[in-house]
């Protein structure tokens, strides 16, 4: 998950929106699949996981945000 709005970790270039990031396929250190889902998006993930799992990926960014003091 990319949520750091002033440098991409991976990339080393400015981060934009926040996004989420689905890595697939296994071999050796990388992945041969690389997907990248926007806000308001919905991911399926892939059946090797063993489960049946759908993300909303706004939701996934939200809960991924730092708590705000109340």
Known sequence: MSSDLS???TTGRPAGPPEVHVLTDP???DYTSHRVHAPGEHVVLPDSIGAEVK???SAVLRAGEPKKDT
């Open 55 to 57: 993300l909303d990926v």
């Open 7 to 9: 440098t991409n970790a």
């Open 27 to 29: 071999v050796g250190a």
